[in-house]
């Protein structure tokens, strides 16, 4: 699954590249992206959406009841306050009846968890990609000063995982990090510069913090399309709640998408391409060449190593924390080219996640509480109802909410 940007900021405007999602040889399928973005500095990038390697561990879905309240509503109609997705097909051929529902079908999943009065715009198509391309996405991004959207991620706080995670957010105008430097060295990051004082964020996740009012069909949140060459890959919907072993369920892999549009992206899958490709990415070949620009994104907020130590370096074993790094509630992957081989914008690969990186053949999936708290975490107001927390987070969960009862006390 993949997603490239098009940036959007005061000093520089808008470009786009489309992304491209191949299919790999030998039936393992991998959205391969090759696209741009960063004030015209060229990334590659992977989100693979694959069978699991023979060697992989994985685990079912620890909440069954979860998941099938989360399929009793897929194909539900989006609640009156909830965010509201116009898809437009854009394709030249237009998407049959049953595509169409399973595009239909993932937004109206979204809808049905995320409260945020928000129009989210996105084109869709089938088309004709090119020789071994599955797919591909595109979402808009903007820059944001980090003590503004630190300001703003306090003010939209309504659940016990927001007010946990805005009260552990560094205080002041710049971040402190442990980063990968042009040498591919660690090393802890708190000079002040753009990269520790300004954020990235998709256009569909400033919607939802308030930190813009666009609101444009013609300037889409995000592009979403899918080969022609593939379409009798896909099962468009699902029996039960499953759909046959030889398919891939198109239902799962457009809420994946929709996911990264949604904000659930990292910057460091930035830094694992350029590291080795500084020409494309319009970088010299200084230790220090990702300092001077924006590279993070609300999400890497809450990726820690260890107990108070923020780390959005490459590889490593990073987790998603929403307590300052006390408590790990999922792994994240860790780059493609120098981390674990899966982009950095997912979480692990041993738990069934909607935004781990790969699905396999046969699988139905939607988004899990780790997925839904880390939207929630990067200004989502996600529905209380909307999927019962596993027991796994019972105690992690009761001191969330007792901060944020303490918070509403003061």
């Given at each position: 699954m993949c997603a490239?940007?098009?940036?959007?900021?005061a000093s520089s405007g808008p470009s786009s590249t489309p992304a491209w999602a191949c299919l790999r040889p030998g039936g393992k399928e991998q959205l391969q992206l090759r696209g741009?973005?960063?004030?015209?500095?060229?990334?590659?990038?992977?989100?693979?959406?694959?069978?699991?390697r023979p060697d992989m561990p994985t685990r079912s879905t620890r909440d069954s009841a979860a998941l099938a309240l989360a399929l009793a509503l897929v194909a539900a109609a989006p609640q009156a306050q909830a965010v509201d997705f116009v898809l437009t097909d854009v394709g030249k051929t237009p998407m049959s009846a049953q595509q169409y529902a399973g595009f239909q079908a993932a937004a109206n999943f979204w809808s049905g968890r995320l409260t945020?009065?928000?129009?989210?715009?996105?084109?869709?198509?089938?088309?004709?990609?090119?020789?071994?391309?599955?797919?591909s996405t595109t979402t808009?991004?903007?820059?944001?000063?980090?003590?503004?959207?630190?300001?703003?991620?306090?003010?939209d706080a309504r659940s016990a995982t927001d007010f946990s995670a805005v009260s552990h957010l560094q205080t002041g105008p710049a971040l402190s990090f442990l980063a990968t430097q042009g040498d591919l060295t660690t090393r802890l990051d708190n000079d002040g510069s753009l990269n520790n004082t300004k954020l990235v964020l998709t256009t569909a996740n400033a919607k939802a913090l308030g930190l813009t009012t666009v609101n444009n069909a013609g300037t889409p949140d995000a592009r979403i399309s899918f080969a022609n060459a593939f379409a009798n890959s896909f099962a468009y919907s699902r029996v039960n709640g499953q759909v046959p072993g030889n398919k891939t369920d198109f239902i799962t892999?457009?809420?994946?998408?929709?996911g990264h549009a949604l904000g659930f992206v990292s910057g460091v899958d930035d830094i694992d391409f350029c590291i080795?490709?500084?020409?494309?990415?319009?970088?010299?070949?200084?230790?220090?060449?990702?300092?001077n620009a924006p590279w993070y994104t609300p999400l890497d907020l809450f990726r820690y190593s260890a107990p108070g130590v923020l780390n959005v370096a490459v590889g490593g074993s990073p987790y998603f924390s929403v307590d300052g790094g006390a408590t790990s509630i999922q792994p994240f992957s860790t780059g493609d080219y120098h981390g674990n081989g899966w982009q950095a914008s997912h979480f692990g690969t041993q738990a069934t996640t909607l935004m781990r990186p790969f699905v396999s053949a046969g699988?139905?999936?939607?988004?899990?509480?780790s997925d839904l708290m880390a939207l929630d975490a990067i200004g989502w107001d996600v529905s209380a109802a909307a999927v019962p927390e596993p027991k796994v987070y019972a105690l992690l969960l009761s001191g969330l909410a007792a901060i944020g009862w303490l918070r509403r006390r003061r």
């Open positions: 490239t940007s098009r940036r959007s900021s741009a973005s960063r004030h015209g500095r060229c990334r590659q990038s992977r989100h693979r959406f694959a069978v699991p945020d009065k928000v129009t989210v715009y996105v084109n869709i198509s089938f088309s004709d990609l090119g020789a071994n391309v599955l797919g808009d991004k903007t820059t944001i000063d980090y003590s503004t959207l630190r300001s703003r991620l306090t003010t892999v457009a809420e994946h998408e929709i080795d490709n500084s020409a494309q990415c319009g970088l010299g070949n200084t230790v220090g060449r990702f300092e699988q139905s999936y939607d988004a899990t509480a």
